[in-house]
């Protein structure tokens, strides 16, 4: 009887021990894929930070009427077939913007869409124009740029 219960003290340890290792390494993949769901999550947060950020000082400098510096904010893309004075002319004889919100974000991959309202004032009078979608493309140097002209 005495050797019976050695034999299953023997048994449970060794299956306490299997329990225990499968755990140990079903363990480390779920870290590791924690890990990367929350690196993709803080990656994901930064690029709308950085996308957001970018659509603000676009607007912003196009409030200021700094067209100039604006520019430096299109995509590569539209400055090869669009030059500084072609941005600038498109903004003469245009209604002055006078307040931009920004409402939401998407991004995806190296595309962002941002969603945004914009006031501007003609003649005294001023409109709200709602639901304005701004495409940006993250550049080559991982910065966002503003897709101006399709």
Do not use: P
Not at 58 to 73: I, M, N, P, R
Not at 80 to 92: A, G, L, M, P, V
């Amino acid at each position: 009887m005495a050797g019976l219960r050695d034999e299953m003290k023997i048994f449970l340890i060794i299956i306490t021990s299997l329990v225990i290792t499968g755990l140990l390494f079903s363990g480390c993949s779920a870290i590791d894929r924690g890990k990367g769901f929350a690196a993709e999550k803080f990656s994901s947060e930064d690029d709308m930070d950085a996308a957001v950020e970018a659509v603000d000082k676009f607007f912003a400098l196009l409030v200021e009427k700094d067209y100039e510096e604006a520019y430096g904010y299109l995509s590569r893309k539209d400055k090869e077939n669009n030059s500084q004075h072609d941005f600038i002319s498109e903004f003469r004889n245009v209604t002055e913007i006078v307040k931009v919100e920004i409402n939401w974000i998407e991004v995806e991959n190296n595309v962002a869409l941002v969603g945004i309202d914009i006031m501007d004032s003609y003649d005294g009078e001023e409109k709200l124009y709602k639901d304005i979608e701004v495409s940006l493309i993250k550049e080559e140097d991982e910065s966002w740029k503003i897709v101006f002209w399709n």
